[in-house]
């Protein structure tokens, strides 16, 4: 089965630091890989989506960059961190075939911008 | 991407019927509708997905008119670990790569 692993569950950070959320799929090639913001209570915005190595689009001009240097790992990066980033980050991934494919979550990582 | 509206919170009692309904007037000939559920500080679960009429599963129902401009997430006896946000989405089928777009969802809370 296919499984979706997300790293660290919690993150407090200052402003200004580096930052690095690693995401990494099983059980399945050559998916589609998303990662998600969501503020408290709100909800989830769209930050990038990859269909493949080294292919990443934005959806929102922001502070962060994403990269996916194998199949099946994708990972969220910023070079200074703002208070603004804080947030909760989800990683997603899809099937790539043809047809629906459902998205499934990682279980999340918190981050605290201080 | 098809805009979904839903109401912005529920309340319910334990034991009872819930039903959930999205807005999507402007939804494609290829688009599914896709509801997840998310509980505070985990990653959004899904539910049920379907294309029209009506498609069921362990945990819930969801009715599509046929015009398919809306839909209704059915919820059987809810009950307490049901308080959860749930998500309507509109997903394009046609190719391999879905871009959700996840609104505010609903609120649902259950009470004893």
């Known amino acids: 089965s296919q499984t979706i692993h997300q790293w660290p569950a919690t993150l407090v950070q200052p402003v200004g630091s580096p930052l690095s959320l690693e995401c990494t799929v099983e059980g399945t090639s050559n998916p589609n890989l998303y990662w998600y913001r969501q503020a408290a209570g709100r909800g989830l915005q769209l930050l990038f989506y990859s269909v493949g190595i080294g292919q990443i689009s934005s959806e929102v001009p922001q502070n962060l960059s994403a990269s996916r240097p194998q199949d099946r790992q994708f990972i969220l990066s910023s070079k200074k961190l703002l208070l603004s980033d804080s947030g909760f980050y989800l990683c997603?991934?899809?099937?790539?075939?043809?047809?629906?494919?459902?998205?499934?979550f990682g279980e999340g990582s918190w981050l605290t911008v201080v | 991407l098809a805009k979904t509206t839903q109401p912005i919170s529920m309340d319910s009692y334990e034991g009872q019927e819930v039903n959930i309904t999205c807005s999507h007037n402007?939804?494609?000939?290829?688009?599914?509708i896709t509801w997840y559920q998310q509980f505070p500080s985990q990653g959004p679960r899904f539910i049920i997905q379907?294309?029209?009429t009506k498609v069921t599963n362990e945990v819930a129902s969801l009715f599509i008119p046929a015009d398919r401009k809306s839909s209704t997430l059915s919820l059987p006896r809810v009950s307490l670990s049901d308080t959860a946000v749930y998500y309507c989405?509109?997903?394009?089928?046609?190719?391999?790569?879905?871009?959700?777009?996840f609104g505010t969802g609903t609120r649902l809370l259950v009470s004893p």
């Open positions: 402007n939804i494609a000939t290829n688009d599914y």
């Open positions: 997603a991934w899809s099937g790539s075939g043809q047809g629906i494919n459902t998205i499934y």
């Open positions: 989405l509109v997903a394009y089928g046609d190719t391999g790569f879905q871009k959700l777009v």
């Open positions: 379907g294309y029209k």
